[in-house]
């Protein structure tokens, strides 16, 4: 990723470019993804629909606590015209009413804002709880070919902090907005109501103060979309750094690091110093709105209680009211604040989540046939696949392949030849592109198709395929949790002694045992650390565990050391048996374990046959084994 540049001189902070420079026309090198119209909102009300009822009892608290706290200035205006007098004439029970009515208050106050903060968070805990978990889920259901396009460190930034923006929102930000709302009806209709000359200049001055507000709420909009995504870019970039680590210290990208970081957190200071400038900008404007409303009022009352046209008691509470009017304004601030960034949050979430798997579950899914005992596996076809990634030109000009059950074919080739996606394919990863071959009766093109015992894979339900066919990935990747709970994830109802049987016939058992607590062994501590050969190994047990009829295995290309490397063919050779096998060879070692080769270049075969036969002869795979056995000599 390249670094974030300053906006150019001459330009306000606000025409600054919201994306990162990243932008080559396609939408995932935004960090919004497009939103249909509507889905930001829709997303809201599903998130808040289940707790209607919650919602109401908790905006239900704020009404009856607001109308108690601002009953004070009220008791006030008592105090100073009734209770003050009568209290001078030897009638204390006014004041003591006025003394206890205010005591009441502030306790039922407290009592009830107690209340209404608990159902609130609870509300927005459970929404939060909601939406993470909607999150993780849709991230997780989404294809391959979207995570390969949209970083993992784009996923961890919607689910903190754009979570973390909604959850300001909601802990503090709409009950300032209810509170603010409240506020100012209550407090005009009882300025009104006690004198209402002075509640309209009060209502009045309202009318600046909304123009007032909808000007921020512009600015503040732009700001804070491109504060959102100067946040989402420093977590991207750490995560990629992090995730990255080896590479950034074998080849000392720190130094380089350092400086994209820094420019990359230079620009979200930069964006949060315009978002403080805009909000410096607004409260200013409204304090002086607001100083204007009260200097009036307090100068045109006072003269009023000078000619005795107004109580004092009257003008104390207009006065008193005036400032808890105005007060909330600057929280109406906070709250446009937390509104912008939840709503630039929600957008981004909203996006996400309205992706769709480019590799949908079928309608009406097929259940394959029965396995045939005498022959284990199951046919694979590939008839007349064409497949382009979504960037980049075709890799797989119209394919045609059969597998019959049982075969283990090793593919073979330059790198960037197809091999990795022809297993794809295969795993369901991605399905074909849309076909150029005719369709045969009708006319029009026909998307070609993989086929598994005749069953187009697209007609597959999740399990099925997964029941069908499994990819034991390069990687060999370890999830956290122990040696024997990585294995079982070839199939989580499996007993320990079929792990441990699996893992005994794979040649597993040995170093798994030698482990400081064997099988118990937590892989991602310490002690727990395996080598690329042992995790091949643990991979493999998974996968026999799984006892898939088509195991695809794209062979790790780093080398392991002689004994390794026959330990892996040995476990290779176990776990192929019994079915339809397809093997990315990296190592020609490989090959001897196949029954067929296939060469590919520029995603066609331009060699198939027994290994035997193919050394023999004269074409590409004999001098590429030719060049390997040089090799080893
Ligand atoms: N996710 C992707 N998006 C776009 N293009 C891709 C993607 N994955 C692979 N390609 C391109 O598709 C072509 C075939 O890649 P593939 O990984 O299938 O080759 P391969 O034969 O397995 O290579 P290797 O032996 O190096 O792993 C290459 O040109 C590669 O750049």
């Known amino acids: 990723m390249t670094a974030a540049t300053s906006a150019p001189a001459g330009k306000k902070p606000d025409d600054r470019p919201e994306d990162l420079p990243l932008a080559t026309g396609d939408p995932f090198d935004r960090d919004v993804l497009p939103t249909p119209p509507g889905a930001t909102g829709a997303l809201l009300r599903s998130l808040l629909a289940p707790m209607k009822a919650r919602v109401t009892v908790t905006t239900l608290l704020l009404l009856l606590q607001q109308a108690v706290v601002q009953a004070g200035p009220l008791l006030v205006a008592y105090a100073i015209d009734r209770a003050v007098p009568a209290f001078r004439a030897q009638d204390h029970g006014p004041l003591i009413a006025v003394g206890a009515g205010y005591l009441a208050c502030a306790l039922a106050a407290g009592g009830l804002q107690f209340a209404f903060v608990g159902a609130a968070a609870r509300v927005s805990q459970d929404v939060l709880l909601d939406l993470r978990g909607r999150i993780f889920r849709h991230a997780q259901a989404l294809s391959v070919d979207f995570h390969e396009r949209y970083t993992s460190g784009r996923i961890i930034s919607r689910s903190t902090a754009d979570v973390e923006s909604l959850r300001e929102l909601l802990d503090e930000g709409l009950q300032e907005l209810v509170t603010v709302i409240l506020s100012f009806v209550y407090i005009s209709a009882m300025l009104l109501w006690l004198d209402l000359g002075l509640g309209g200049v009060a209502v009045a001055s309202l009318v600046p103060l909304y123009a007032l507000v909808r000007w921020y709420q512009r600015r503040a909009g732009r700001v804070y979309r491109a504060r959102s995504t100067a946040i989402a870019a420093v977590i991207v970039k750490f995560v990629e750094t992090m995730n990255g680590i080896r590479p950034v210290r074998a080849f000392r990208r720190e130094a380089a690091n350092d400086a994209d970081f820094g420019e990359l957190n230079r620009r979200h200071e930069r964006t949060n110093g315009d978002a403080l400038l805009e909000m410096a900008r607004y409260v200013t404007g409204s304090r002086l709105v607001a100083n204007t409303a009260v200097a009036a009022i307090v100068l045109w009352g006072a003269s009023r209680v000078a000619d005795g046209t107004l109580a004092l008691g009257v003008l104390a509470a207009a006065v008193l009211y005036l400032r808890r009017l105005y007060d909330p304004i600057d929280r109406l601030g906070m709250f446009l604040n937390s509104y912008q960034s939840a709503a630039a949050s929600l957008e981004k979430i909203a996006g996400l989540l309205a992706q769709t798997p480019s590799v949908p579950e079928p309608a009406a899914p097929r259940q394959l046939p029965p396995l045939e005992s005498e022959h284990p596996g199951r046919e694979v076809v590939f008839d007349g696949v064409r497949f382009a990634y979504r960037t980049g030109g075709e890799v797989l000009p119209t394919f045609d392949l059969t597998i019959p059950a049982g075969q283990t074919v090793a593919v073979v080739g330059s790198t960037g030849a197809g091999k990795s996606t022809l297993a794809k394919l295969l795993a369901r990863f991605y399905d074909p592109s849309p ?113 898939p009829a088509v195991l695809i295995l794209d062979e790790a290309t780093s080398s392991l050391d002689i004994p390794g490397e026959r330990a892996v063919q040995r476990a290779m050779t176990t776990v192929l048996k019994g079915r ?24 066609r075969i331009v060699e198939d046959g027994e290994p035997a036969e193919l050394i023999e002869g004269t074409g590409r795979f004999a001098d590429l084994h030719r060049a390997w056995r040089d090799s080893l000599a």
């Not at 093109?445 to 187009?456: E, K, Q, Y």
């Not at 096998?581 to 196949?594: D, N």
């Not at 067929?596 to 520029?602: F, G, P």
């Open 435 to 547: 076909g150029s071959r005719p369709r045969s009766g009708k006319g029009g093109p026909c998307p070609g198709r993989v086929l598994l015992d005749g069953v187009d894979l697209r007609d597959l339900a999740v399990p099925e395929l997964r029941r069908g066919v499994v990819m034991v990935t390069q990687e060999a990747f370890l999830f956290s949790g122990t040696v024997a709970d990585n294995i079982a994830i070839g199939r989580p109802d499996a007993t320990r002694e079929e792990i441990e049987q699996a893992a005994k016939e794979i040649g597993a058992h040995d170093f798994i045992s030698a482990l400081p607590d064997g099988y118990d062994t937590d892989v991602r501590k310490r002690g727990g650390r395996i080598s690329a050969g042992q995790r091949q190994l643990v991979s493999f047990a998974r996968a026999l565990l799984a006892d």
């Open 580 to 603: 339809t096998a397809v093997v990315i060879a990296h190592r020609l070692s490989t090959v001897e374990v196949a029954d067929r080769v296939l060469v590919m270049e520029h995603g």
